[in-house]
């Protein structure tokens, strides 16, 4: 499974809708103006609110006073929502999502564990509204974990000995994430349940 890692469009779709969501009742925002107040590549930022309007999130008017609004109520518009439009899946093995997958043996639970960790991303992305960020109030499933000392402290490996809870288990020679951050082919054989088929990537229709 590759980490949970937040694409350069993710970043700018979510920091794109948030200043709309800012600008709510006060008419349209142009592109331009987005990409002036959070320093967003123009044209990158014109193919992404592009992706957002195809999927509904917002819309545009036209016209010398045209621009981009919101077309859902910001409170129900979640980090996932977004993210799901720019990146895919927020979880997946390979190609496959985690339920997908049919390990046996003694890596008949590691399945779970994937799950698990989808559930959990799940908890944060899908529950933290545009709105909320837009005000600066965050809901508790943010607040419990970034009061945690830990949560600032990145884990890094050093000492190949030591266990798992203190850093990144192994040390090279595995399958390492390309350059886009995707998984390398052996983890796309993974076992998979039967009839199940790839996950599109990077925009899916079927959910993670």
């Known amino acids: 499974m590759w980490g949970m890692r937040v694409s350069v469009r993710a970043d700018y779709a979510v ?3 948030i200043e709309l969501a800012a600008a709510e009742g006060r008419g349209p925002v142009s592109a331009e103006r987005i990409a002036q107040v959070q320093d967003i590549p123009l044209k990158f930022l014109q193919n992404i609110l592009a992706e957002l309007k195809q999927e509904g999130i917002v819309a545009s008017q036209r016209g010398p006073s045209g621009g981009f609004i919101l077309a859902r109520d910001p409170g129900l518009i979640t980090l996932g929502d977004i993210i799901r439009v720019t990146d895919g899946p927020l979880a997946r093995v390979g190609d496959y999502r985690p339920d997908q997958l049919n390990y046996s043996g003694h890596t008949a639970a590691l399945r779970d564990v994937w799950v698990a ?66 998984v390398g082919p052996m983890l796309a054989r993974a076992p998979l349940a039967s009839g199940a088929t790839p996950t599109p990537v990077p925009r899916a229709k079927a959910g993670d």
């Open 15 to 17: 920091r794109a809708v």
């Open 117 to 182: 960790v989808r559930a959990y991303i799940r908890d944060v992305l899908d529950e933290v509204s545009v709105a909320e960020i837009c005000r600066g109030d965050l809901p508790s499933v943010v607040t419990r974990q970034v009061a945690r000392p830990d949560a600032w402290v990145p884990r890094i490996k050093v000492d190949p000995q030591q266990g798992p809870q203190l850093g990144v288990p192994g040390r090279g020679g595995g399958q390492r994430g390309g350059r886009g951050g995707t």
